[in-house]
Each structure stands twice: as structure tokens, then as C-alpha cells.
């Protein structure tokens, strides 16, 4: 979901930030303005707590500095050492290890506008916040010019998957406003990193050149992204991997896993939302990060649209076929797909061709698309899915800046919130504030709502004490193939007899 909208949002914030009068100052005006025109004056009340919380920074006072032996080394060298041992001390006990490399964005500009001592200051406190979010076992090397590596320490297995959901983690981390005496720096960081075993050889120094390599590749298409290492990325790469994506869209090398979604009243399934895999044959299972891309770039991203609708639909009649009952599953909509004058046909089509209800499919959109496409066809083909009787979800809720137009716009059923407001919402209170914020402009407007990114149950219980009504995350389970499911769903419905009541929090 994806990450190009959190890019945007970071942009405006670091434009904002250059203006002389501060952030908050325009930010604000064309939020209130915004709430102001869309809800009305009676509503205003309720729209400016929460245009507060999103677009006023969260100044944060830092603490002691962490006892964190940090390498300061301009030449790699030390890490790339490191590397070499901690990987033959793994590999002797069959462990797997990863690294990552982090970039400031636009460093230079950090440079320019707030000097040498400042900008090494605001790497310093990215090298606290990061200390503070891993494990002790960890470590961190302070590369230079705003580049910070890391080394996890081995463990059993170590997925993509997972290793890209901490990446994220980690990116949201990094990324909140940096408060050096009177100045706060809004920045965004590039990501890449390679897993043991993924690198074109075996060595230290080849796994640390394919994390940068994956660094280089994110910060291309960034700011704000996050690249695993592939062998697609090397000489020749997008030309050669281009190639294999036309092959593998008409083999069906792509597939859909599927995350569930539950409800916090009643602990049933309320949901699944389809997710792109491709099935490599060479490279084994890849994610959206290291695909998504090249398709943007070469104009396949509808072709994938269209296998993932199917996939979809092939689920909902597994499952009935089975007898169980999933009221529906969300599928993401590109900006192509959602451009196309036609789409609104093709998907009652593909549905009457499954004899599934339009009422089950979700179709998901980014506040972004509604907010910013100037195409009036996207407005036609969202209202006409609507009508037919498909859900819509608007997804990333709360990380792009017409979040209030775009709800009064378009028929919007369920607010999807981004799990940046999600992270560590029942230890902190700020967190907590943002998300009743959300909650009740929701309420106001008779929408429901998900949290997204859940993966604690301290998370889940706090989310459903302040009134969210569904939730999805690692904390409830990871996504999973199809042919997976059944038996999660079968194991799932069998512990939810007479689910733990959860009082709401009121006042």
C-alpha cells in the first residue's frame, strides 16, 4: 500500500519545512479550509483536533544516548570485515544473517541548508532511534554523508518477508520529525538490503556491494523507498527482468496470498485482502518491493490488476465450495487500472463470470489517486463500482494531505489506517490520540474502519478499546497461499466460540 504515497507525503512535509513561516502554517490553512468546505462549520470542531495531530509535528524529548558502540568509518571496510565473521560464525550453525543499508534522503540538501554539524546530528539521532527499535545483538555502523548500515544478528531463518516488514518498520522509525534546538527536520530515508545466501556470492563483500546495490536502486526511485537485492538489479538488469515479467504475466507466474481481517466485536473473519507474489523460477518468491516497480515503469501494472482480480474471485469459490463463509476480499486497484474508461465492465464481467456478489469484492484505492488524479474517469469508474455494489476502501488512510476531500468525494465505505499510526499505539499516548482522532471523524461520517499493521495483541486490544473495527497484521496472521487458508481459517473459527468482551473507552 504502497510506498509512493508515503514519498509524496514526505516531499510536501520537507517543501513545507523550507518555508519561512514553518510547516504547520500552510499545512494547516488548506486543512482547515478543506474541513471547513467538505463538512461544514458544525463538523469544524471535530476536523481541526485531527488536522492538529497529522500535520503538526511530534516534538519529542531525547533521552540519554544509548551505550552503542557505533563504528565511524567513511571506508566500509570495518563493516565489510564484520560481515565476513559474523557470516562464517552462521553459517557453522546453519543461521542466516542480513544487511541493510540506510540513506538519508537528499543529504546534500540536508547539508546545504543546515550545515556539516547539524545534518551529522540529525544521523546521529538516526543512529538512536534505530539503536532503540533493534535487538542489543544487532549492529550499526555510521558509514557516511547520511548512510547508516546495519548488521542483524543470525538467526534460524531469515524470510524476505519478514525482512521487508522490518525494513518498513524501521523506515517509519527513522522517518519521524528530528527537534535539534530551535530547527525540526523533516526527512525520509531509502532502504536496501540482502539476505544471506541472496548475494552473487558467498563472501562478506559481495553481500555488503548487493546491499548498496539495493540502496542505489531504491534511492532511484525514491525518496522514501525500500529494495531487497535481486539478481535483476546487476548489469543488464531492467531490460532482462522486464523481459521475464512480460513472461511470467502470461504463464501465471504471479500469484495472490491472502492476509486475513478481523473483526473487534465479534473476533470472526470479516475479511481477506489479496496480496501479489511472483513466483520466481529461479529466485523463488518475490515481493511487490522488487517487482511493483519495473511494471509501473513498463506499463504492466493492469495485466497484474487483472490476474490479481481473478485470483481473487478463484478464492471466494474456494471457500464457499468448502462452506466457509468470508463476507469479502479486497483487491488493490492501480492508477492504470482505475484510468481505464472500461474497468467498471471488466469487473462485472469477471464477476458474473464467477457468480460471486459485487457486495464481496473490496476494491481498494490510495487517497492519493482520488486526491491528486485529475482524470475524470477515475472518479466515473470508482462511482460506477460503488453502484454496482462493490466496497470501496480507501487504503494508507492518513499519510497523504486531502484525506478529508477525498472521504466527501468518492463513496467510501471503510477507512484503511496507515500503520504508522498504528505502531506501538498502546505504549504511546501521542499514537493513541491520532487514532481516536481518525476514529471519530469516521463515526462522524458513518464510516467504517481497519487498522493496518497490527502485530502485537496489546495493539489489537488497545485499537478495539478505542472503537476500530476491523484489524489486519502480522500480530493476527501473515499472509498465506491460497491453498493455505483453509486451514487457518478452519483453526480460527474453532477458537473464536465466545470471544473476550473488550469494553470500548468513552469520554
Given amino acids: 500500500m504502497h510506498i509512493y504515497l508515503k514519498s509524496l507525503f514526505h516531499n510536501a512535509r520537507l517543501a513545507f519545512s523550507q518555508a519561512s513561516r514553518g510547516p504547520q502554517s500552510v499545512a494547516f490553512l488548506s486543512a482547515s479550509v478543506l ?18 495531530l497529522v500535520f503538526y509535528p511530534r516534538h519529542r524529548t531525547v533521552g540519554e544516548t544509548i551505550e552503542l558502540q557505533v563504528p565511524d568509518s567513511g571506508d ?42 547539524t545534518a551529522d546530528m540529525i544521523t546521529t539521532r538516526c543512529l538512536d532511534r534505530l539503536a532503540r527499535a533493534l535487538r542489543s545483538s544487532d549492529q550499526l555502523f555510521n558509514l557516511a554523508n547520511g548512510q547508516i548500515g546495519i548488521l542483524l544478528a543470525p538467526v534460524r531463518q531469515f524470510g524476505l518477508e519478514p525482512a521487508l516488514e522490518l525494513a518498513e518498520r524501521l523506515q517509519s522509525t527513522v522517518e519521524e520529525p528530528i527537534s535539534i534546538s530551535t530547527t525540526t527536520a523533516y526527512i525520509s530515508v531509502s532502504i536496501g538490503l540482502c539476505l544471506d545466501g541472496h548475494a552473487p556470492n558467498s563472501s562478506g563483500k559481495s553481500m555488503f556491494d548487493a546491499t548498496i546495490t539495493a540502496l542505489k536502486d531504491a534511492s532511484r526511485h525514491g525518496p522514501s523507498k525500500v529494495r531487497a537485492y535481486s539478481r535483476g538489479m546487476r548489469g543488464t538488469a531492467p531490460h532482462r527482468i522486464a523481459d521475464e515479467l512480460e513472461k511470467a504475466l502470461e504463464s501465471g507466474q504471479f500469484v495472490s496470498w491472502f492476509q486475513p481481517q478481523i473483526s473487534t466485536d465479534t473476533g470472526q473473519i470479516s475479511g481477506f ?21 519495473v511494471l509501473a515503469s513498463t506499463g504492466r501494472l493492469e495485466q497484474l490488476g487483472d490476474a490479481m482480480l481473478r485470483n481473487a474471485l478463484k478464492a471466494i469459490q474456494t471457500w464457499d465450495n468448502i462452506g466457509f463463509d468470508i463476507p469479502h476480499v479486497g483487491v488493490n486497484f492501480s492508477p492504470d487500472e482505475l484510468r481505464n474508461p472500461r474497468l467498471a465492465e471488466k469487473v462485472e464481467w469477471e464477476l458474473d463470470r464467477c457468480n460471486v456478489a459485487p457486495k ?8 492519493t489517486v482520488v486526491a491528486t488524479s485529475p482524470d475524470d474517469t477515475v472518479a466515473r469508474n470508482i462511482n460506477a463500482l460503488a453502484e454496482m455494489g462493490c466496497l470501496i476502501d480507501l487504503d494508507d488512510f492518513g499519510t497523504g494531505h486531502a484525506s478529508i476531500s477525498s472521504v466527501r468525494r468518492f463513496p467510501v465505505h471503510r477507512l484503511k489506517i496507515d500503520r504508522s499510526f498504528v505502531m506501538k499505539v498502546d505504549r504511546d499516548v501521542e499514537q493513541q490520540r491520532m487514532i481516536s482522532a481518525i476514529l471519530s471523524m469516521a463515526e462522524r461520517l458513518g464510516l467504517e474502519t481497519l487498522a493496518e499493521g497490527v502485530e502485537s495483541a496489546g495493539e489489537h486490544t488497545i485499537l478495539a478499546q478505542l472503537g476500530c473495527g476491523h484489524v489486519q497484521g502480522y500480530g493476527i496472521a501473515r499472509p498465506m497461499p491460497l ?5 487457518w481459517i478452519a483453526t480460527h473459527q474453532a477458537k473464536v466460540h465466545a470471544p473476550p468482551v473488550i469494553g470500548r473507552i468513552t469520554g
Fill in 35 to 52: 474541513a471547513a468546505y467538505w463538512l461544514g462549520a458544525a463538523a469544524i470542531v471535530l476536523a481541526i483536533p485531527l488536522i492538529l
Fill in 273 to 293: 485482502e489479496a496480496l501479489a507474489r511472483w513466483v520466481h523460477p529461479r529466485a523463488g518468491l518475490m515481493l511487490p518491493a522488487e517487482f511493483l516497480p
Fill in 76 to 117: 566500509t571496510n570495518l563493516m565489510r570485515n564484520e560481515l565476513d565473521r559474523v557470516l562464517a560464525r552462521a553459517r557453522k550453525k546453519s543461521l542466516q544473517s542480513a544487511c541493510m543499508a540506510i540513506q538519508i534522503d537528499d543529504f546534500d540538501m540536508l547539508l546545504n541548508r543546515y550545515g556539516r554539524a
Fill in 360 to 367: 464481496r469484492l473490496t476494491v481498494e484505492i490510495l487517497e
Fill in 483 to 487: 491453498d493455505e487458508t483453509a486451514d
